[in-house]
């Protein structure tokens, strides 16, 4: 059995929120976090910094041993060495352990680098706030940091300790092409992931490095004369890590007042994990604290009220339950814009739940005015993005944007539909944004049709492509139609130092639906993936329609992916979603992590897609296994535009039967 040791993770953990070190590692209880580290990493876009990281420290050693004795024992033989450098050194002070990223030691001092898949910009970011305090969205990352320089201080009180945070540099330029294909995933003799080095990684390959090395040693003395609120008593930081490495000892649960924060918890049961007898840790706490039964947590709270900003004032008041809450606390009121104000979208979800209501609300007379100002051809695309790391090119910064993949519906004036294009590439190494670009432009320049996006990603990742093409010092023959195009489809984003409004620019469905349509399926979500099975189930005119193979059907709607295809199927009366009709994206995936990597706010399968595309970029495969994945995200990008023209028809059904 190995021991209760609070490691860097878990204390990241206990930061979160205390009380989930006692929920950490237990079978019984479920878990909605991605299991398979690889497949995080992969989604995150980062797995190969680590890697790249240790090339920049050559000549160290790896403790590559997970049982904890040995590794330390290992760590300890090579910290004899006047000077060395030691990837994954794992350190241990009673019952504090970690695994440092990189550890360098010369003489008496000791470097710890903490490796992280973040970028930085010194002209952009600061790890301050205009308080003087950590600014939030550094916080976790500085105090893991602050954590383990103090777990090695108190190990080498005779060592003097400096802490580093290693992160891609966003205003590096790559120094060669192909440096990201010198990082593979591959399998050893046990079946185990690892990232493998390429032979042909030269020294002139690191020059300039494309990742940052950044002292933190100020931001850990702040972290440490921080007072951390547990158990309704005042922490130092040190304190804070005795009591959690305590309570983690001895198995003890840290009480933790519930708060909004409560609506991310993983610690939560699906409904299949509750009837397999998985506990819940979610529902756990707020037992113990409200005295609820299990019928009261089925109610909605202001949890799943949408962007709503109250929610810890409420659930401190105790007015938890929609039930309880009044059309005042909510402050509703106009914006003098067609549709609702976010204020009167909250209060309509409320006192749908206050009434049992379960019907859809659509302002009809608002959006039949917005459609009949939309010109035809419709256009509805989807595109699938990611971010490396590791540039693909030469001159090419970190974690810029790649669009390998888009699809492209028309809906005509007489309603016919047509699958009408798609691209995708996911040749490794090559960067497909130019020849993204002019598929998309040539898809699109044929008439002046409206053009159709759900939420603001399309445009992000358009004027991302813009600000290349308009960068890029090589030459580029077509250049400035490219540019031009994007500009008349795009609104330019905040931020930006020239401002455009296109005369055809993209119509957000997204806002659409905030506006005009709500159904209380959705449970308050605007997310396509909660949008899509809801009117699917409201409209009869979609469900006598889809329920019928004529998708992809000769003389039908013509589909570049599909044939015969009938996408309404019904589970106990309810439509069932129809994402779920389709085969994982990838195998050698558990059903569970496939569910949570297509469990992202605007796309339905966003983070599949693009750890797929990682997967093709960077793992060794079978050209069976390639074209198998391809044709699974050319089917899932399909579905994503179709799901915009499934809307569509369903609002002008829900139109026609409100007005006539």
Known sequence: MNPRYLTKSRFQLAMDCPTKLYYNNKPEYANQKIEDPFLLALAEGGFQVGALAKCYFPGGYEVEIKDYEEALKRTNELLEQENVIIYEAAVRFDNLFIRTDILIKEKNHLDLIEVKAKSFDFLVDDFYNKSGGIASGWQSYLCDVAF??????????????????????????????G???????????????????????????????????????????EIYNTEFEIESEQFGFKDCVKKFSSC??????????????????????????????????????????????????????????????????FICERRIKLTDIDEEDIGVKQDGKPGVSLTERQWLQISKVQNADESYWIDAENLKREMDGWVYPLHFIDF?????????????????????????HIVKGDGTIEHAGQYLNTSPGFFPNYEF?????????????????????????LNIIYKQLMGDPNDIPDRDELCLF?????????????????????????????????????????????????????????????????????????SLNYKDWKWIEYEDGIVVDPYKLLPKMFQNITDKDFELLNDTDDIRNGG???????????????DYERKEIEKALLKYCELDTFAMVMIYEGWKDLIQNELG
């Open 148 to 177: 383990q320089k103090h777990v090695m201080s108190m190990a080498f009180p005779n060592y003097e300790i400096s802490a580093f945070l290693m992160m891609a540099d966003k205003t590096a330029l790559c120094p060669t092409d």
């Open 179 to 221: 440096l990201n294909q010198k990082f593979k995933i591959e399998k050893d003799s046990n079946g185990l992931k690892h990232v493998s080095v390429s032979s042909s990684l030269v020294p002139a390959d690191l020059i300039p490095p494309v990742l940052i090395k950044i002292n933190v040693d100020d931001c850990c003395d």
């Open 248 to 313: 983690y000892e001895k198995d003890a649960k840290i009480i933790t007042p519930i708060s909004g924060n409560c609506g991310g918890c993983e610690y939560r049961t699906t409904e299949e994990e509750a009837q397999e007898g998985l506990e819940s840790g979610f529902q756990e706490c707020w037992k113990e604290q409200l005295v609820w039964t299990d019928d009261d947590l089925k109610d909605a709270t202001v949890l799943d009220i949408w962007n709503f900003r109250k929610k810890n004032q």
């Open 384 to 408: 699938e993005t990611s971010m490396a790391a590791i540039p693909f090119n030469k001159g090419r910064h970190p974690y810029e944007g790649i669009g390998f993949q888009f699809s492209h």
């Open 437 to 461: 670009i002019r598929k998309l432009k040539s898809e699109l320049e044929k008439d002046e049709g409206s053009v159709f996006r759900y939420a603001t990603h399309e445009n992000t990742y």
């Open 486 to 558: 994007i500009k008349s489809i795009t609104k330019s984003v905040n931020g930006s130092v020239e401002k455009w409004e296109g005369p055809r620019r993209m119509i957000d469905m997204c806002e659409l639906v905030k506006r005009y349509y709500y159904d209380p399926a959705t449970g308050g979500s605007n997310s396509i993936k909660y949008v899509l099975p809801a009117i699917l189930n409201s409209s009869s005119f979609l469900k006598a329609k889809y329920s019928q193979p004529i998708y992809g059907a000769e003389g039908c709607i013509p």
């Open 608 to 622: 599949a897609a693009l750890t797929a595309y990682a997967k093709m970029q960077f793992e060794e495969m079978s």
